[in-house]
């Protein structure tokens, strides 16, 4: 039990080898890290690749960590102390720090974190949010570890909300969205309007079927639990809520999950599938013209669920 907080280990990326030498010199530089210095050795050793760990924070938030031999970056670091113990126990210094959205569980710790390891920190353009050095929007991108993320503007939950995507990673592309798209579901729309966050959820499911889904929080099962409610004879959901309450018994988080499988059971991906129709045109007890009225509906009907 030296670490519980890392609940388990995904090799995600692989051989920097696949990358160039282009890469090498150059990465990290959206930020102004400079990398160059770090010895070819250390950057082709075999232990060098993009590892991805999420770090359990307060109730159900995950931290997501990414780290390699030279480093590591967190996402959406709500609460310091369980990121330092991490980084203790991986024995990794923090490079740099990314931000989603304003909301305190994702950025309570980014002040601390700051005055500990100097990290780089990028975010969305809100003033409110402190410790940005490099504010980021809809086409720019970050450099993390050797992999680009590409911003992506999803306003909805907050106004502020964006999503890292790499579209370049190996063996998949990658996608942390905070807390826009989860396992299962979607946030609540706190700031925006529902033709916000449809729109911003359409942006994603646009993604690639093979993209990783990396969400904020562990509502796997309560979400899922609405699916079935949305979809009650959907034998994908039924399969999925099995597997997922199995890795829950075992302590297991339940993501990252896929874009194929979200666009199998998440309702909020399905508004245009008639049976999501059916079912927020029974619960609304009218017509509803479209899959963002749909998309409205149901939201609506999960407020109250
Ligand atoms: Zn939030
Ligand atoms: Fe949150």
């Known amino acids: 039990m030296a670490f519980s907080r890392l609940i388990t280990s995904y090799t995600l990326a692989k051989d920097l080898l696949l990358r160039g030498t282009d890469n090498l010199v150059n990465c990290g530089d959206t930020m102004g890290y400079n990398r160059a210095s770090q010895s070819l050795q250390a950057r082709y050793s075999s232990e060098n690749m993009l590892k991805i760990e999420p770090v359990a924070a307060?109730?159900?938030?995950?931290?997501?960590?990414?780290?390699?031999?030279?480093?590591?970056?967190?996402?959406?670091?709500?609460?310091?102390?369980?990121?330092?113990e991490a980084l203790e126990t991986l024995s990794r210094p923090l490079l740099g720090i990314l931000i989603t959205h304003h909301h305190f569980d994702h950025t309570g710790g980014v002040e601390e974190l700051i005055a500990r390891y100097q990290p780089r920190v990028a975010g969305p353009a809100n003033h409110a949010i402190k410790g940005i050095q490099t504010t980021l929007g809809k086409g720019d991108s970050v450099d993390v570890l050797?992999?680009?993320?590409?911003?992506?503007?999803?306003?909805?939950?907050?106004?502020?909300?964006?999503?890292?995507y790499a579209p370049d990673h190996?063996?998949?592309?990658?996608?942390?969205c905070g807390d826009t798209l989860f396992a299962g579901g979607c946030g609540r729309i706190f700031e925006g309007t529902a033709t916000m966050m449809f729109a911003s959820l359409q942006q994603?499911?646009?993604?690639?079927?093979?993209?990783?889904?990396?969400c904020a929080h562990e509502y796997t099962l309560a979400?899922?639990?609405?699916?079935?409610?949305?979809?009650?004879?959907?034998?994908?959901?039924?399969?999925?809520?099995?597997?997922d309450r199995t890795r829950r018994a075992q302590g297991l988080p339940t993501v990252p999950s896929q874009l194929a499988e979200e666009l199998q059971t998440n309702p909020f991906l399905r508004c245009d599938q008639p049976g999501v129709e059916a079912a927020a045109v029974s619960h609304a007890r009218q017509a509803l013209p479209d899959a963002e009225a749909v998309f409205a509906k149901i939201r609506e009907w999960k407020n109250h669920f």
């Open 58 to 84: 307060f109730s159900d938030n995950y931290i997501w960590l990414l780290h390699d031999a030279t480093g590591a970056w967190v996402v959406d670091p709500g609460d310091a102390a369980v990121v330092i």
């Open 223 to 243: 979400n899922l639990d609405f699916a079935a409610a949305v979809e009650p004879e959907a034998q994908a959901i039924r399969q999925r809520i099995d597997r």
């Open 146 to 164: 050797g992999v680009r993320f590409d911003v992506l503007e999803v306003p909805g939950h907050t106004l502020d909300h964006i999503a890292y």
């Open 170 to 176: 190996q063996p998949e592309p990658l996608l942390f």
């Open 204 to 214: 994603l499911a646009r993604l690639p079927a093979n993209t990783r889904i990396y």
